[in-house]
């Protein structure tokens, strides 16, 4: 078996992971500075890239709160099916794959972490994570690396998407001076159609997702151009951080933010000013909106919750 095949088996077999693709490092060197795979590990020459499926039964808890107004079954969705627990997965099996290389082929393995966690102070950052002008703080853009090793596609809502399950799986990296055999950058069926589908957008309590045929960014893997849209990240962080407290669920938080689409100066002070929650693993705790995930059709979505009875939601009677 060769190194590629065997390192693949140890990462399907071995660690349980559900997908993995291979990429050059030269795939992402388009990345601004400081997050190109070089950046991370000097010499690197291939971005490895695995995915963990979300079971079903963590996906339609959230649904047994969004549909039933069951509140605390969020908290299942919340610990196993976000970051919590897909990112410590994920963790530990970057570092196993990692140290697997190092031990085994003698070359340099580096785990990257791939989920924000956003137990930061408005010390450090002055916006939440994922918005402002450094709206992608991961090291190491892990949706554009599953692009990069073939694995699916960056969909309208700006998740990566695949045909086995939608957006409902965490992501891995690990980079390596180790040369391997190269997966194409994705180049399947064309799986989110927002003209056709256009469900996130109308969902979105904030109208954050632009309109189908709205404002893209380009960006490059390979040579190859791709587009995403522009999803107005400080109009999510209203309802994913809940500044209103009709985003909060059973919590109580204060009507900080009033308008659907603040200007960064708005959120900055908002954000500063959010009462820190001694209740949450984080200083602010996550009430994650996700419903431009949870009801994303891709990945046998009707099939999965809505002919199971787990979900009331029709794609077809409401999908465009
Ligand atoms: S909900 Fe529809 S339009 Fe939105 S990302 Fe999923 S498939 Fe694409
Ligand atoms: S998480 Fe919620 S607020 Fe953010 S883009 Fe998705 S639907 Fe909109």
Redesign the pocket.
């Known amino acids: 078996m060769s190194v590629t095949e065997t390192l693949k088996r140890y990462i399907l077999d071995d660690c349980g992971l559900d997908a993995a693709g291979f990429a050059p490092a030269s795939a992402l060197e388009d990345e601004r500075g400081g997050h190109r795979p070089e950046d991370i590990l000097p010499g690197a020459k291939s971005i490895i890239v695995f995915l963990k499926k979300i079971p079903d039964g963590i996906i339609q808890a959230a649904f047994r709160a969004k549909e039933d107004g069951h509140a605390d079954a969020f908290s299942i969705y919340a610990s196993y099916g976000r970051e919590l627990t897909p990112n410590m997965h994920l963790f530990f099996m970057q570092y196993n794959i990692a140290q697997y290389i190092e031990r085994n082929f003698g070359f340099t393995a580096v785990p990257v972490s791939s989920g924000p966690m956003q137990n930061v102070t408005p010390v450090n950052i002055p916006l939440p994570t994922f918005t402002g002008a450094k709206a992608n703080t991961a090291i190491l853009d892990p949706v554009r690396a599953a692009v990069a090793a073939g694995l699916g596609e960056i969909?309208?809502?700006n998740?990566f998407v695949t045909e086995e399950n939608g957006p409902r799986q965490g992501i891995g990296l690990v980079l390596t001076t180790l040369e391997l055999d190269y997966d194409s950058p994705y180049d399947g069926p064309k799986l989110?159609n927002?003209e056709k589908?256009?469900?996130?957008i109308r969902l979105c309590p904030t109208k954050a997702i632009p309109e189908a045929g709205g404002k893209t960014e380009e960006f490059m893997i390979c040579d190859k151009v791709y587009n995403v849209s522009c999803v107005n990240s400080n109009a999510c962080a209203v309802a994913s951080m809940a500044f209103r407290q009709e985003f909060a669920g059973k919590y109580k938080v204060p009507d900080q933010i009033l308008t659907d689409h603040p200007t960064d100066e708005e959120l900055k002070k908002a954000y500063a000013e959010k009462p820190i929650a001694s209740w949450s693993f984080s200083h602010y705790p996550d009430y994650y909106c996700d419903l431009?995930r949870l009801y994303?059709?891709?990945g046998n979505w009707k099939e999965r919750f809505y002919d199971t009875g787990f979900s009331s939601f029709d794609v077809k009677e409401t999908g465009k």
């Open positions: 969909a309208w809502n998740a989110c927002p589908c256009g469900i996130c431009c994303c059709p891709l």
